[in-house]
């Protein structure tokens, strides 16, 4: 059972391009979220989707920043006109969906970006 | 925002000793979890508990979350070089949403 993939590894780009970053969840998940970390720093929440539904977003900058979980394929991280300060490594995680409190997050090997 | 607070938030201790990192919030959660990063990595988790008052050792490390599920403690018996990296604890809501502490960066000197 494959873990959550997330592609590219490593993203460079240069100020003012489009990032596009890419989240699978494991099998059976339904749950995507992703998260921002600086170095030194924990997780900052950025935003939580169900297929085809963003539940909450407010981690997401207002500007700049979308995200989606389409009913096929992978849940995408798209950060518009990128400037230096949204280097950062973008961690996804998913969960299944449960009825019970022990649901828990399992995380990918994260986006590292960096604008030039 | 339901806030969860780490200490310490560094720790840099000597191979063989014990040491205890802290999860406090104000809020209860359903469940905790606690996780460990390395460097370059994602977090990796290490221990999910629901019950208030739960205890939950895997090898050298016990997970304690607290009776009224606001808080949580992992003690590290003779530390390791290999248990360095940033410990991360976070509580599940509802609505399938988590809240992540602010992190314990520990070193283990060999």
């Known amino acids: 059972n494959a873990g959550v993939m997330q592609n590219p590894r490593h993203l460079v780009r240069r100020r003012g391009q489009e990032a596009r970053l890419r989240c699978s969840p494991m099998k059976g998940h339904s749950h995507v979220y992703w998260y921002r970390q600086l170095p030194e720093e924990g997780l900052k929440f950025m935003v939580y989707l169900q297929k085809e539904n963003i539940i909450d977003e407010s981690g997401m900058p207002k500007e700049r920043f979308s995200a989606e979980f389409p009913k096929e394929g992978p849940s995408i991280l798209r950060i518009q006109q990128v400037v230096r300060g949204d280097s950062a490594a973008y961690f996804c995680?998913?969960?299944?969906?449960?009825?019970?409190?022990?649901?828990?997050?399992?995380f990918g090997p994260g986006t590292r970006l960096t604008v030039l | 925002t339901q806030l969860l607070e780490q200490s310490p938030q560094f720790l840099s201790i000597q191979e063989g000793e014990n040491l205890t990192v802290y999860c406090n919030s104000s809020s209860v959660f359903s469940s905790l979890q606690w996780y460990r990063q390395e460097p370059g990595e994602g977090p990796v988790l290490l221990v999910t508990?629901?019950?208030?008052?739960e205890v939950k050792k895997l090898k050298r490390l016990t997970f304690q979350f607290g009776d009224a599920r606001k808080d949580s403690s992992l003690h590290i018996t003779a530390a390791q070089p290999g248990d360095t990296g940033l410990y991360l604890c976070?509580?599940?809501?509802?609505?399938?949403?988590?809240?992540f502490g602010t992190g314990t960066s520990l070193t283990v000197i060999p």
């Open positions: 508990v629901v019950t208030g008052g």
């Open positions: 976070a509580g599940g809501g509802t609505g399938n949403q988590f809240y």
């Open positions: 995680a998913s969960s299944p969906l449960s009825t019970d409190y022990s649901n828990t997050q399992y």
